[in-house]
Structures are given as C-alpha cells and as structure tokens.
Nanobody, 127 residues
C-alpha cells in the first residue's frame, strides 16, 4: 500500500504562489498515475492535474497555465506549483496515487475506487 502525505498549504493573497508537496512511502509502484485534487466547502472533489510514471501531464482548464505538476522520483515526491492564485482556489488539496500504465482523465469514481489518498492540506487565498 502506498501512503501519501501532503504539505505546503497555507494562506496567501490573491496573485500569490504556493508549492504543495506529496511525499510517498510504502510500496513502490512501477507504473502509476499521480494526481492533485481539491475540494472546496460544499463542493465535489475535483481533479486538477495528473502525471504518470513516464512524466506525461494533464491539466484541467481552470488551472492550465497557472499550476504545474512535477515529480522527483529519487525523493518519491510529487509537487504542485501554484501561481497567480485566486480566491476561488481556496480548498483542501489532496494528492492521490493509483497503479496504472497511464493517466486517463479525472474520473472521480475511478480514483475513489482505486486510488490511495493523502489527508489533505488547506489552501486559503484572500482577495
């Protein structure tokens, strides 16, 4: 089983930046998809970005050009660099991992069924 721990959340003003980290421990997945998600109060959890074991990335339109997903295999850590943050980015941010040859979109039912999740880190953006 893969265990994930997010860090790097905090409070920033609109236009600011944060870098989230997701450290993995436990079993090593040879082929995987890693993803960043967020859930605002009263809203459904949504996928933001994912990266597979070959380094291919996908972003949803709402964060494209502002957020960058990356990974450091030696450190078993995934990152989400978030720039030009907006108040609507305020949410709890989660990382998740699942065994897969590649990432295929952000089907939440698939992630909930097959993914390992971290506990989340809060991001608050004030105007």
């Amino acid at each position: 089983q893969v265990r994930l721990l997010e860090s790097g959340g905090g409070s920033v003003q609109s236009g600011g930046s944060l870098r989230l980290s997701c450290a993995a421990s436990g079993n090593t997945l040879r082929k995987y998809c890693l993803g960043w998600f967020r859930q605002a109060p009263g809203k459904e959890r949504e996928g933001l970005a994912n990266i597979d074991s070959d380094g291919r990335t996908t972003y949803v339109d709402s964060v494209k050009g502002r957020f960058t997903i990356s990974q450091d295999n030696a450190k078993k850590t995934m990152y989400l660099q978030m720039n030009n943050l907006k108040p609507e980015d305020t949410a709890m941010y989660y990382c998740a991992a699942r065994m897969s040859d590649y990432c295929s979109g952000f089907s939440m039912s698939l992630w909930y069924r097959l993914g390992s999740w971290g506990q989340g880190t809060q991001v608050t953006v004030s105007s």
